[in-house]
Structure formats: structure tokens, C-alpha cells
């Protein structure tokens, strides 16, 4: 076997690869020699079938085979062994690939394009600055999360009349004609649910004022709820079947429900935070404080992770194999996107390949790791995490464990969080290169720079 790397600039080349009989031929008659052991034929003997029968029947399929079992091995350990770094795979060449007989031939020549990763350097130095900022919480953060617990943990109460407004209503809708008439072949919806406070029309909702359990009320129900997806759940339809509906709707009222938020009081605080951990009103809002610096924080470093990718790909600049690897990104992604959706979506790849270029930078030669402990501990924290944004915050450790050690079995959360570990890696190493000013800000302030940066 014969490999050659033929450079054709600092970002392509061309990998040609020549394949002779004596390198697939031994595993070829092993392969047959298998095969005629447990061949079971018409007038043969299992094991005796003729070898030249065996050779006739598989021998083509077996060559095929095992020629690009060696091929790929070999491409592979050649680039390791050269400790050549390529981006994508390597592709069929479109100007050097040979056509291949293999009905005539014995010896094959291969020739791959490969899109070699460039050669740069960080630059980084305390001269750089970034801004890491300590974000202080509005007071109205800590009623917003208050409001959203005693939400949260509220519940519906039946009641006899409509008053004020803010009534959910659960009933009967029959479609009108534009006499006023039952509409012969109209649409008829029961155990249908209309909120109230989201109705759009006030002259509307004024009818509905005092009205009890089976009472009956006519209305436009396109103009109460001019939008379709709301108009699609309360009759039980789909959206695209409900767009042309405008008619007035007799409604019978069934029951009537009024949305009560929780009392701050004990039980309020057990559910949230768990038994007995919370005791009063004041630790209450303590504990929130302290959810809400949390989150800030997280939002701080979010910040600051996006102004490092940010820094890194404006100071770091370099070139990349642009047309090998819209072909490679096409010819993984077959049949899934057009060129014209790849071309499209190019500008955020090359973005996204830079910045995995600049951590691969980082991790290789700062030789950075990830301990199974780590990974294991970072599984827990985003699983609390997410038991928490469903308000629960006293699930007990040994369930968290199970939990998260279950999601790491899942390969692609593993990658993810792989991958997001060694990102955290990277911006704590850059964090030692460059200046780091840390800013206060009000959550106001933060808000609007996000704001301002997402334009």
C-alpha cells in the first residue's frame, strides 16, 4: 500500500491512496476460506463445496469489502499517525478519483480532497479586557418572583357569578345562523373553557357580567378571540380549521372558576422549599433573594461567555476551507437540506467551526480534562436545575444522583455536556490571559445591554 499527501495550499490537498492485491488478498482467501466451512450448497457436503464456487458466488462482494475496510483504516491511522488535522471527513475527489473497474482490476488508486485545519495563534494578554459584571436585583425582581410562586401554587375555586371579570368560564358553544337561528350543520363544541380576562372585546365582556351556571349568552366569538390559536382550543379544532369562522355562538354556561393565588403562609413555604425549612414570611423572601442572585449570576456569566467567544473570534483571525466544506456539510446532511438552505446557513457554520477551532486551540495544548467526577457533578447541577424551574426545590439527593447519572447513559447528553464543561474550561483559561474588570450594574442597566446586543 502506498499513501501520499500532495499539498495543494495551506487549506486543501489531496490524499491519494494506491491499494495493491498483496495488501487485501490474505484477508480475501480467509474471508472464502470462512465461508466455504459453513457454506451449505445443492450436491455438496457442508465444508467440501468447490473453492472456485465459493470464489464465483462471494469473491467480488468479499474484495469489495475488505478494500474499503482498508482504506478507511488506513486513511484514518495515516492522518493520526502525520498528526494531520482536517476539518469534516475526507471526500471522494471531484478532479483526481480514478474510475475503478473492479470486475478487471486488482490494484486500485484512491484520491481524497482534504480541508486542513489552519495554523493560528491566541494572542491574548492582559491587554485585553473583558467585563465581567455583579448584577444588583430590582426590587420588583424579588415581588415578580414572588408573585410567580403564589401563582404557581394557586388553584381554581368554583364560584356562583361572574364579577369581576377574571373568570374562567367551562360550557356549551353552538354556532348561530345570521338570523339568530341554531345553525343547521353548525359547529357545536361542549365542555368548552373561555378565559375571561383575555377575552379582547370589553362591550363583549360586559355581557357576561352577573351571569350564573346555565345561563345562556350570544356573542361573536371571533370578536372576543380574534386569535386563531385561541380560538382553536376553545373550540377543539385545529388552527387551520378555524380561520374562516365568524360567527356569532350561543354559550350555555356550565360551571364558573375563579383562579385564586396561594396564601403566603406555611404550606406555601413547605412546598416550595420543603418541610420545615422555611419558617416565616421573611425567610421566605430570603431564600427567593437568593434564587434571584443565583440566576443573575448566571445570566453574568452568560454575558461573559459571549463577550469572550466574541473577543476571541474579532482578535483571532483566519482562513478556512470555504468550498470543501460546503460539499462536506452537503454530503452528510443528503437529502435533508438543499445547497441553496447550506449556503444560506454557511455565515453562522463558519462562526460556529471558529469558535470550536479556538476551544480545540485551548484544550490541546493547555491539555485540559474532563474527570468522570466532573462530568457527574455537572450532570447534577443542570438536573436540579431543572427541577427547580418546575419549582422544586427539595428533591432529595439520592434521586437527583440516580437522575442525572441516568441522563449521562444517553450518549448525546453526554457530548452536550462534555462539551459544555470543556467550554468552561476554555473561558476560565482565558480569564488567566486577559484583564478582567468587573462592572456593577443594575438588573435594569444588564437587561438593556442585553437588549442592545441582541439588535
Do not use: C
Not at 491499494?19 to 466451512?37: A, N, Q
Not at 469534516?88 to 482534504?114: H, R, Y
Not at 356573542?219 to 378555524?242: C, G, M
Not at 495544548?365 to 457527574?376: G, R
Amino acid at each position: 500500500m502506498n499513501i501520499v499527501k500532495e499539498q495543494i495550499d495551506d487549506l486543501n490537498a489531496v490524499l491519494k491512496v494506491r491499494i495493491s492485491k498483496e495488501d487485501y488478498e490474505p484477508k480475501v482467501t480467509k474471508t472464502l476460506t470462512d465461508y466455504r466451512k459453513k457454506a451449505r450448497l445443492d450436491g455438496f457436503r457442508p465444508g467440501n463445496a468447490p473453492m472456485g464456487l465459493i470464489q464465483k458466488m462471494y469473491g467480488k462482494q468479499v474484495m469489495l469489502e475488505e478494500v474499503n475496510k482498508l482504506l478507511s483504516e488506513s486513511v484514518t491511522k495515516y492522518l493520526n499517525d502525520e498528526k494531520i488535522h482536517i476539518l469534516g471527513d475526507p471526500l471522494p475527489s471531484e478532479k483526481e478519483q480514478p474510475v475503478i473497474d473492479f470486475d478487471t482490476q486488482t490494484e486500485f488508486d484512491f484520491a481524497f480532497d482534504l480541508g486542513l485545519s489552519p495554523e493560528f495563534e491566541l494572542n491574548l494578554s492582559s491587554k485585553d479586557k473583558l467585563t465581567q459584571y455583579d448584577i444588583t436585583p430590582a426590587e420588583k425582581i424579588t415581588e415578580t418572583y414572588l408573585d410567580s410562586y403564589l401563582r404557581r401554587y394557586g388553584s381554581f375555586k368554583t364560584v356562583d357569578m361572574v364579577e369581576d371579570g377574571k373568570e374562567s368560564l367551562t360550557g356549551n358553544f353552538v354556532e348561530l345562523d345570521e338570523n339568530g337561528a341554531v345553525k343547521e350543520d353548525g359547529l357545536v363544541t361542549e365542555a368548552s373553557v373561555i378565559y375571561l380576562e383575555f377575552m379582547k372585546d370589553d362591550d363583549i365582556k360586559k355581557e357576561f357580567m352577573g351571569l350564573k351556571a346555565e345561563d345562556v349568552v350570544s356573542f361573536n366569538l371571533r370578536k372576543a378571540y380574534p386569535n386563531d390559536v385561541e380560538l382553536a382550543s376553545i373550540l377543539h379544532k385545529k388552527k387551520e380549521e378555524v380561520a374562516s369562522i365568524d360567527s356569532n355562538f350561543q354559550f350555555t354556561v356550565k360551571a364558573i372558576s375563579l383562579f385564586e393565588k396561594a396564601n403566603l403562609d406555611q404550606e406555601l413555604f413547605d412546598k416550595v422549599f420543603g418541610e420545615g425549612d422555611v419558617k416565616s414570611e421573611e425567610e421566605f423572601k430570603e431564600k427567593i433573594q437568593e434564587e434571584i442572585k443565583h440566576n443573575l449570576q448566571r445570566e453574568s456569566e452568560y454575558k461573559f461567555r459571549v463577550d469572550v467567544k466574541e473577543a476571541l473570534l474579532s482578535k483571532v483571525s483566519f482562513k478556512l476551507p470555504e468550498e470543501f466544506l460546503k460539499r462536506w456539510i452537503f454530503s452528510i446532511n443528503e437529502g435533508k437540506y438543499t445547497q441553496e438552505q447550506i449556503d444560506q446557513d454557511f455565515p453562522k457554520f463558519m462562526n460556529d467551526l471558529r469558535w470550536q477551532l479556538l476551544q480545540n486551540k485551548v484544550i490541546r495544548e493547555h491539555d485540559l480534562k474532563v474527570s468522570d467526577e466532573e462530568l457527574v457533578e455537572f450532570s447534577k447541577y443542570i438536573t436540579r436545575m431543572q427541577f427547580e424551574q418546575y419549582g422544586l426545590h427539595n428533591v432529595p439527593e439520592e434521586n437527583i444522583d440516580n437522575y442525572a447519572k441516568e441522563t449521562l447513559k444517553r450518549p448525546e447528553e453526554r457530548k452536550r455536556m462534555l462539551e459544555k464543561i470543556y467550554e468552561d474550561k476554555v473561558i476560565d483559561f482565558v480569564k488567566t490571559l486577559v484583564t478582567v474588570e468587573n462592572k456593577v450594574i443594575s438588573s435594569e442597566d444588564f437587561d438593556k445591554l442585553m437588549e442592545a446586543n441582541n439588535d
